[in-house]
């Protein structure tokens, strides 16, 4: 197989360190990147990971970066869809606009991305795809309805589309991260912040490179045999029941 993956949202947060994760790992990455330019290319120069910019909502904008990563760095043997985006408020109070756009970025990408990879997995006969996910697809969360519907839609997709290419050696697996240690988090207030940590069993927030490396597991061939799971990395905050 190549040694080639794909990273959506790939230069920041958990994004960047599943991109360095799956790099240490022996993989060639791409890194994708949607709006902040000086960002990724921050990253790139930090990291030798090469970056692209494209929106993962737009079909033809997926099919053509994909193809133009296939050009420069060879058959995609991972990808890992991972972009997301947060347009959060009362869902009384919530519009179209932020309904729509949570739902294109985070659940439409699922097929923009996976769709124009397949067949090439398919034919090669080897594959791995693992999703992002979110604890709040998994329990919901308020003001987050359009949030926690795109990322429990991600978790039916991989269930369906494991089962689907399972015989084709290619594995489809989900992660569901709890609240992670990334800037959007620090982000948030102290008082708030507390409220959060005090919610975890285990005391604290999850670190970005936990997450890489269950990636880098999945990816694995040792995890040839794990596919259509849903891995919850929470620190017990919310215990799935499978």
């Known amino acids: 197989m190549s040694r080639v993956a794909i990273v959506t949202g790939g230069t920041r947060g958990i994004g960047a360190a599943i991109s360095k994760g799956l ?26 990971i090469k970056v692209y910019k494209w ?6 904008a997926c099919e053509a970066g994909i193809a133009q990563v296939a050009d420069d760095l060879g058959d995609i043997e991972v990808l890992v869809n991972n972009a997301g985006i947060t347009r959060d408020g009362w869902f009384h109070k919530m519009d179209y ?6 739902m294109k970025t985070n659940l439409d990408s699922m097929f923009t991305m996976s769709r124009p990879v397949l067949d090439g997995m398919r034919a090669r006969g080897a594959g791995r795809i693992i999703n992002i996910s979110s604890i709040n697809g998994q329990k919901g969360q308020i003001g987050q309805t359009n949030y926690s519907a795109a990322k429990a839609g991600v978790i039916g997709f991989t269930k369906a589309l494991a089962q689907e290419t399972a015989r084709k050696g290619i594995t489809v697996n989900c992660i569901c991260p709890g609240y992670i240690d990334t800037d959007m ?3 948030v207030p102290e008082k708030v912040l507390e409220g959060i940590i005090g919610q975890i069993p285990v005391g604290r927030l999850g670190k970005a490179e936990e997450i890489a490396g269950m990636v880098c597991y999945l990816a694995s061939t040792a995890a040839a045999f794990v596919t259509g799971s849903v891995m919850t990395i929470n620190g017990a905050q919310y215990v799935a029941n499978g």
Request: net charge negative; glycine share 8%; proline share 2%.
């Open 55 to 60: 929106d993962v909502s737009d079909p033809k």
């Open 185 to 187: 988090v620090s982000a």
């Open 97 to 102: 606009d932020q309904w729509s756009a949570v």
């Open 23 to 48: 790099k240490d790992a022996g993989y060639t990455v791409a890194a994708t990147y949607a709006g902040n330019t000086q960002a990724a290319d921050k990253f790139s120069a930090e990291t030798g």
